[in-house]
C-alpha cells in the first residue's frame, strides 16, 4: 500500500475547510485542519508534511507570517497559500516568503488537485541508486523494475541514505523516523536493507550509517 501524501491545510472558512478536507481524503490525501497560524506550528512541531495549503488571512497569526516562521526553521516543505487577496504586492511578498504556488478564491477544486499533483512531483524526485529507484511520491522502491516490499520505517531510512550518498548520517536522524528508537533495531532495519538491495552500507563506529557511492 502507497503511503498516503499529509497535508496540513489551515483554513478559518468552516464550510471551505469541510468541502476541501472531503475532496482531498476523497483523492486518498491524509489531511490535517488547523484554523489559526499557531496551530501550525505546534502541529509542524511534532509532524512531518508533504504540503502545506496556507489561507493567508486567518486569526492570530496570519498565513505568511506562518510561513516566514517555518521558513526561518529551515521547514522547506512545499506550500501553497489560497486566498482572494492576489496583488502583486502580496504576491511578491509571499513567494519572498517561500512559497511555491498561490491558487485565487473562488477556485475549481480540479485545478487545486492538478496544481498539488504537479507539485508533488516536482518536490519529490525519484531517486536513482545502482539498480534501485525510489519514487517518493508513490513510496515504491523498485530494484531491476521489480517492487520491493518494505516496511514504512524502512523506506524512511533507505530514503535518508540515498538521499545522503557517501555522507554518514547520524543514529539519531535514524531514530527521529523510528517507532521504537533503539541501536539494536537501527542494526536489524540496516542489516536487512543491505540484504534486500544489495546495499554498500558502512557502519561508522559510534556514529551513524553511510551508503557508499558508485
Known amino acids: 500500500m502507497n503511503k498516503k501524501i499529509k497535508i496540513l491545510l489551515l483554513e478559518d472558512d468552516t464550510i471551505l475547510a469541510q468541502t476541501m478536507v472531503q475532496i482531498l481524503e476523497q483523492e486518498n490525501y491524509d489531511v490535517t485542519l488547523v484554523s489559526d497560524g499557531e496551530e501550525v506550528l505546534e502541529y509542524t512541531y511534532d509532524n512531518k508534511y508533504d504540503l502545506y495549503l496556507f489561507d493567508i488571512n486567518v486569526p492570530l497569526l496570519d498565513g505568511m507570517e506562518t510561513l516566514k516562521l517555518l521558513r526561518q526553521s529551515d521547514d522547506n516543505t512545499p506550500t501553497f497559500f489560497i486566498t482572494a ?3 502583486i504586492k502580496s504576491t511578491l511578498k509571499g513567494f519572498d516568503y517561500g512559497c511555491d504556488d498561490y491558487i485565487k478564491k473562488p477556485f475549481d477544486l480540479d485545478e487545486l ?4 499533483q504537479a507539485t508533488l512531483k516536482r518536490k519529490n ?3 536513482q541508486y545502482k539498480n534501485i529507484i525510489f519514487d517518493l511520491l ?3 522502491v523498485l530494484k531491476d523494475d521489480i517492487e520491493v516490499a518494505l516496511g514504512s520505517v524502512e523506506k524512511e531510512v533507505f530514503a535518508l541514505l ?3 550518498i557517501g555522507m554518514t548520517v ?3 536522524t535514524f531514530f527521529d523516523y523510528m517507532n521504537k528508537p533503539s541501536e539494536p533495531a537501527l542494526r536489524v532495519l540496516i542489516s536487512k536493507l543491505k540484504k534486500l ?3 554498500d552500507i558502512s557502519n561508522i563506529k559510534g556514529v551513524g550509517y553511510k551508503l557508499e557511492k558508485l
Open 138 to 140: 508513490e513510496s515504491r
Open 197 to 199: 538491495l544489495d546495499l
Open 125 to 127: 524526485p525519484v531517486l
Open 113 to 116: 488537485l492538478a496544481r498539488i
Open 162 to 164: 540515498i538521499r545522503n
Open 85 to 87: 487577496l492576489i496583488d
Open 170 to 172: 547520524n543514529k539519531s
